[in-house]
């Protein structure tokens, strides 16, 4: 596995198995976790927050049973600033630890805590740490709505005390993309050496937005879970995270990103969260069109109306369908895969049908759906065609 301090791309840390399972609902099985753990290490992830050993002897057998399975990526525990945690953490064999500490003066409240103790804490559990483990890093939990000048002081003292990363954390989400690179910059300049990770959620809709900023800003490494799953509105997801970083910024993480479409997959089947069909990168829509205009540009290129080809992220193309907005270019398209030759005349004819049909079903025809249009335009007038719909529906369709 390349090292976190000598690489080119940016540092994905995976966190499915730990801040994904935390999203209400979602449990994983051991033989989920070892799977997701084997497509992410597969993919090229190169490290995974793989769980929480202070959460007791089930949580800990599942760790061990990841540290057998002999995967290339680190494997790391997660942490609060307690001593029994990194015991736990070291009884498993972990031989990587994040250890997360509340910065903001609300988290700081709510555990009833004061900066004093954080940073007495830090300067005795960073040393206590590093005689256990390899790689020790060190959270500073709801940072984004922490003093800023607080913040980067605490960087300071995880510098001083040994730490090998710092996680900036957006824990609500709050971050807006212009001002957090400016933080960024700030922070990398206190970091030094020592590595600046971002971890986002998504409860504005900014996640992925805010990953392109912090890398712009100087950040080494990023956190990101399958499909974003995680806490309220989720964590960044890693199928945008990879392609934006590459099309927004032209920056790679070392991900294939052929294998996005079916990670993302089994990702939803374990968690029990299906898909969104507009998801961004993975969802059907991503790469489905209906528009004449858009149709017809995609027929004459490939790149028309999409960001970078389907098979770059594992799924087999563009998708055309029939449906209100149709041109005569995508219908003819369509209507040829089909083997049928329809002239103009007739397609205008299906194009009319179309259009009446979508506006009783509320949505598009497949293209295997299509023949059965083409016959109910050449057997019945439009005006009876509410009597002669086909039964399946769009929405009812597997992805391609």
């Given at each position: 596995?390349q090292?976190?301090?000598?690489?080119a791309?940016v540092w994905?840390i995976?966190?499915?198995?730990r801040?994904?399972?935390q999203?209400?609902?979602v449990?994983?099985?051991?033989?989920e976790k070892?799977?997701?753990?084997?497509?992410?290490?597969r993919?090229?992830?190169p490290?995974?927050?793989?769980g929480?050993?202070?959460?007791?002897k089930?949580?800990?057998?599942?760790?061990r049973?990841?540290?057998?399975a002999?995967l290339?990526?680190r494997l790391?525990?997660?942490?609060?600033a307690r001593r029994e945690?990194?015991e736990?953490?070291a009884?498993?064999g972990l031989?990587s630890?994040h250890?997360a500490?509340p910065?903001?003066?609300i988290?700081?409240?709510?555990l009833?805590r004061?900066r004093?103790?954080?940073?007495e804490?830090l300067a005795e559990?960073?040393?206590m740490?590093?005689?256990?483990?390899?790689?020790v890093?060190i959270?500073?939990?709801?940072?984004s709505r922490?003093?800023?000048?607080?913040v980067?002081e605490f960087?300071?003292?995880?510098k001083?005390?040994?730490a090998?990363?710092l996680?900036?954390?957006?824990?609500i989400?709050l971050?807006?993309?212009?001002?957090?690179?400016?933080?960024?910059?700030e922070l990398?300049?206190?970091?030094?050496p020592?590595n600046l990770?971002f971890?986002?959620?998504d409860?504005l809709?900014?996640a992925t937005?805010n990953?392109v900023?912090?890398v712009e800003?100087?950040?080494d490494?990023?956190?990101?879970?399958?499909n974003?799953?995680?806490?309220?509105?989720?964590?960044?997801?890693?199928e945008q995270?990879?392609?934006a970083?590459?099309y927004?910024l032209?920056r790679?993480?070392?991900?294939?990103?052929?294998?996005?479409?079916?990670?993302c997959?089994?990702g939803a089947?374990?968690?029990?969260?299906p898909?969104a069909?507009t998801?961004?990168?993975?969802?059907?829509a991503a790469?489905l069109h209906?528009s004449?205009i858009?149709?017809?540009?995609?027929?004459?290129h490939p790149l028309?109306y999409?960001?970078f080809?389907?098979a770059e992220?594992?799924k087999?193309?563009?998708?055309?369908v029939a449906?209100?907005?149709?041109?005569?270019?995508?219908l003819?398209h369509l209507?040829?895969q089909l083997g049928?030759?329809?002239?103009?005349a007739?397609?205008?004819?299906?194009?009319?049908?179309?259009?009446?049909l979508a506006?009783?079903?509320?949505?598009?025809?497949?293209?295997?759906?299509?023949?059965?249009?083409?016959r109910?335009?050449?057997q019945t007038p439009?005006?009876?065609v509410?009597?002669?719909?086909?039964s399946?529906?769009?929405?009812?369709?597997e992805?391609?």
């Amino acid at each position: 596995m390349q090292e976190e301090t000598d690489r080119a791309a940016v540092w994905l840390i995976d966190s499915t198995l730990r801040d994904g399972e935390q999203a209400p609902g979602v449990v994983f099985s051991r033989a989920e976790k070892l799977a997701l753990a084997a497509m992410l290490d597969r993919m090229g992830v190169p490290e995974l927050e793989c769980g929480t050993a202070a959460m007791g002897k089930d949580a800990q057998e599942e760790l061990r049973a990841l540290l057998e399975a002999g995967l290339r990526a680190r494997l790391t525990g997660w942490c609060r600033a307690r001593r029994e945690d990194l015991e736990a953490s070291a009884l498993c064999g972990l031989r990587s630890v994040h250890i997360a500490f509340p910065l903001s003066d609300i988290q700081l409240g709510t555990l009833r805590r004061d900066r004093a103790w954080v940073m007495e804490t830090l300067a005795e559990l960073v040393p206590m740490a590093l005689t256990r483990f390899e790689f020790v890093s060190i959270g500073a939990q709801d940072a984004s709505r922490a003093d800023a000048a607080w913040v980067r002081e605490f960087a300071a003292a995880a510098k001083q005390a040994g730490a090998m990363r710092l996680r900036y954390a957006d824990t609500i989400g709050l971050c807006n993309p212009s001002s957090l690179t400016s933080q960024m910059r700030e922070l990398k300049e206190v970091c030094g050496p020592m590595n600046l990770e971002f971890h986002g959620h998504d409860d504005l809709g900014m996640a992925t937005a805010n990953c392109v900023a912090a890398v712009e800003g100087g950040a080494d490494c990023l956190s990101v879970t399958l499909n974003g799953v995680g806490e309220r509105a989720g964590n960044a997801a890693l199928e945008q995270v990879v392609m934006a970083l590459r099309y927004a910024l032209g920056r790679e993480s070392g991900i294939e990103s052929k294998l996005l479409y079916t990670a993302c997959r089994l990702g939803a089947q374990a968690s029990g969260r299906p898909i969104a069909e507009t998801q961004p990168i993975v969802g059907r829509a991503a790469f489905l069109h209906e528009s004449g205009i858009h149709c017809a540009g995609q027929l004459r290129h490939p790149l028309a109306y999409e960001p970078f080809p389907a098979a770059e992220v594992g799924k087999s193309g563009t998708e055309i369908v029939a449906g209100s907005h149709s041109g005569r270019a995508g219908l003819q398209h369509l209507l040829q895969q089909l083997g049928i030759d329809a002239g103009l005349a007739e397609t205008e004819q299906i194009m009319k049908l179309l259009r009446t049909l979508a506006l009783a079903r509320k949505s598009g025809y497949a293209s295997d759906e299509l023949r059965v249009v083409h016959r109910l335009s050449t057997q019945t007038p439009v005006t009876h065609v509410m009597n002669h719909q086909p039964s399946t529906g769009f929405s009812e369709a597997e992805p391609r």
